[in-house]
């Protein structure tokens, strides 16, 4: 009878059995650009450990030097992120910024106690900037423009993620709380980093290239001063020494012919274009 009422052995005791068999629950692995940041700074801090006991220009120190640029090109990588908005070639920011990451690795003391990316940042940075500065604007644009030029473009580029679209110059004024007309010519300045080829042909358009399209010189201009001073002095000669000198060099008629046209002989008119040309160059205050 009590053999009937008790529980089963085995029943009672399966789920403890099965919750001490059940392997506890693992934590979950680090991300893995954690993890890889963590191991970059760790052989960061062991190569620079390295370097302060080798001596400057030897084999080693060098080998040692380039395997820290190596480590530490993703921090440069990370930085020319920053300016990729600047429509420059990436490889050429990488390798500006480089250049920045060496002088911060030749500056960098690890006795001070400071993480080596936070040291290296504003050198790397720093390198870019002046790189866009000196060598890539083709017009120099005032140091406020430019830097409210920056703050223009981060405006431009968190409003089009919230909207989803491109956004206003209105809207960009109204997030910066500056007038359109900044934002305007904020724009404008940004275009001074590219120079358009005045031989290169418009894109969509189909128009000519710049150059095709700008005046030239015309070389008219040079006699539109004679012909100004040419009119000034006809009108001092009498009307028929002036009818005289017009039918010769504008109608282009010989001697004969004018005196034909007035009724004169072709000696009178010879006389009084002798005598024309003598007033006109004593009145010529420029040749005189």
């Known amino acids: 009878m009590s053999a009937s009422t008790a529980p089963p052995q085995d029943e009672a005791t399966a789920p403890a059995q099965a919750t001490q068999t059940e392997p506890p629950a693992q934590a979950e692995p680090p991300a893995p650009e954690k993890r890889r940041g963590a191991d970059t700074r760790a052989l960061t801090q062991v190569l620079f450990g390295q370097l302060k006991n080798l001596l400057p220009g030897t084999p080693e120190h060098n080998r040692v030097r380039g395997a820290l640029i190596e480590a530490n090109l993703p921090l440069v990588r990370y930085a020319a992120a920053r300016f990729r908005s600047r429509n420059e070639p990436m490889e050429d920011v990488v390798q500006v910024g480089t ?29 870019i900037k002046r790189y866009f500065r000196d060598n890539v604007r083709t017009v120099h644009v005032p140091r406020r423009l430019h830097e409210l030029w920056v703050q223009v473009n981060s405006a431009t580029e968190d409003l089009t993620t919230a909207f989803g679209r491109s956004p206003s110059t209105a809207e960009i004024a109204e997030r910066l709380r500056i007038s359109e007309e900044e934002v305007l010519s904020c ?32 070389p008219a201009l040079d006699g539109v001063e004679h012909r100004d001073l040419v009119r000034h002095l006809l009108v001092q000669l009498p009307e028929r020494e002036q009818r005289i000198l017009l039918l010769r060099y504008y109608s282009n008629l010989t001697q004969s012919q004018i005196s034909a046209e007035l009724g004169v002989s072709q000696m009178h008119v010879s006389r009084l274009l002798a005598r024309s040309f003598q007033r006109l160059r004593s009145a010529n205050r420029i040749e005189a």
């Open 187 to 218: 724009i404008e300045a940004g275009r001074s980093y590219h120079a358009t080829s005045l031989e290169a042909a418009q894109e969509g358009d189909g128009l000519p290239g710049l150059l095709d399209r700008i005046g030239f010189e015309d």
């Open 99 to 127: 250049i920045g990451l060496i002088n911060a690795i030749d500056r960098f003391d690890p006795e001070r106690g400071v993480q080596f990316p936070t040291f290296a940042m504003p050198t790397v940075v720093g390198e």
